[in-house]
């Protein structure tokens, strides 16, 4: 029997998900039952959630991977949809209350209107014609230097617990707030080299299936990973690079079947640790950040709303009316750890944060984002457009959706698509 490229992703999912719930049992949950992971009641009323909510998200599992809005829609079933249905209210609570119901349709509703949106047909003659095509050597160089300046503006004022200690690596992310604080130039300046430039060159290096010039965006994250012990974006550059490689082979489909060997490879060893030394480093390490992590701090958020709105301090139209980030608020209120910046999907934080109406517009800015590098993909077949689309998905797990923009460079990554040739040629030109 052949089985379609949706049904193997579905089945994947299906697979990875089982794992981690087994995982989150019998290993996390009981490591981590100190910063507050609750047990799974595994009765009637969870596996009719998990059935109806679970069936309901992989329906919109994408068929084909024709457009860049395809990878959010897998994304965000993947990273933060999927995990809240099977591990839901693992902060506390009932997995029926109307504030579950409520988080699970605000993580949902994108996946629909991105998907509605991104079919409705437009005339080709409004998409804008590239007429301005920067050889992509030079592009590669100049986006470099300007990566390089950063590092040592950076360097010239580390922080004191700067190192390569795995251990310490949360102490330097709090000191480095001080040392770059934020608003300030230098700290735009290393978000968006860390979370759009650096993830950009690799995607470049992949391109030109020249494999040394991805130690650039490495060696890149190495100097932030000493200065304020940030992880997260070399997962971000290994899959850019890998992606630019499937793009310009016309196989970008393949970077999902890399994802879901890789997560079903890391459940199973994280199943044969287990069995000789009841702890698995790999779950805890590896898949906890990914899975089951969103799960808890989503669960918290809920817990927040609900607090919120009977003390009047959250309203359903304008959101939280407190002093501060809602993030670090629930970080520090509810996670109970001081100055604990509780990122969580874009989408919820823009319910918390500003209500509906802040969480419509949002929804409306992503929408329309990811309709219009859909529809420059589908004119000019620029293989760039599906990374702007990747990486902005990747990084609405955890970031703002306005904020990703300016911040975090996807605004600078955009253009530099747009305006760096794509001609095979080009890259070898001198």
């Known amino acids: 029997m052949i089985i379609s490229k949706r049904g193997k992703v579905i089945t994947s999912l299906i697979l990875i998900f089982f794992g981690v719930v087994y995982l989150y049992v019998f290993l996390l949950q009981p490591e981590n039952s ?13 596996f009719l959630w ?8 992989l329906f919109y599992v994408p068929k084909t991977y024709d457009r860049p809005s395809s990878f959010f829609v897998l994304l965000q079933i993947l990273l933060c949809v999927m995990p809240f249905v099977i591990l839901p209210v693992i902060y506390g609570g009932d997995v029926w209350d109307w504030q579950s119901v409520l988080i699970y349709f605000v993580i949902f509703l994108p996946i629909v209107i991105v998907t509605s949106v991104s079919r409705v047909k437009v005339n080709k003659t409004l998409i804008f014609n590239l007429n301005l095509k920067l050889n992509s050597k ?18 010239s004022n580390a922080p004191s617990s700067a190192g390569f200690s795995f251990a310490t690596s949360y102490v330097r992310r709090l000191e480095g707030r001080d040392c770059y604080p934020a608003g300030s130039f230098i700290a735009y300046s290393i978000s968006i080299v860390m979370n759009g430039l650096a993830p950009l060159l690799a995607f470049w290096a992949g391109c030109y299936r020249e494999k040394f010039k991805v130690l650039i965006p490495i060696i890149i994250w190495l100097s932030f990973y000493y200065l304020i012990g940030i992880k997260f974006p070399l997962f971000m550059i290994v899959l850019s690079y ?21 997560l079903l490879a890391l459940v199973f060893l994280s199943f044969i640790e287990s069995v ?26 809920q817990h927040f709303i609900s607090d919120a709105y009977n003390h009047n301090d959250w309203f359903l139209f304008s959101g939280y009316t407190g002093v501060g980030d809602v993030t670090f608020y629930v970080g520090e209120h509810f996670l109970g750890h001081a100055g604990m910046n509780a990122n969580t999907n874009a989408f919820l934080v823009a319910l918390a944060s500003g209500g509906v109406i802040k969480y419509v ?35 609405l797990m955890e970031q703002s959706a ?28 001198n």
């Open 402 to 429: 306005t904020t990703i923009f300016l911040s975090s460079g996807i605004m600078f990554v955009f253009i530099l698509s747009l305006i760096t040739s794509e001609n095979r040629g080009a890259y070898f030109d």
């Open 361 to 395: 517009v949002t929804c409306l800015i992503v929408s329309v984002y990811f309709k219009v590098i859909d529809e420059v993909y589908l004119k000019h077949k620029k293989k760039s457009m599906l990374f702007c689309g990747f990486i902005y998905s990747l990084l």
């Open 50 to 57: 998990v059935f109806i909510f679970g069936g309901l998200t």
């Open 242 to 262: 890998f992606f630019g490689e499937f793009c310009m082979r016309g196989e970008s489909f393949r970077i999902i079947n890399l994802l879901m060997v890789s």
């Open 276 to 301: 000789f030394s009841e702890y698995s480093y790999v779950a805890d390490y590896l898949l906890r950040r990914p899975f089951t992590l969103p799960s808890f701090i989503i669960s918290a958020f």
């Open 34 to 46: 100190y910063f507050g992971y609750k047990k799974i009641s595994f009765d009637v009323r969870y």
């Open 138 to 155: 030079s592009m590669f160089f100049i986006v470099s230097l300007f990566c390089l300046f950063v590092i040592l503006l950076a360097l």
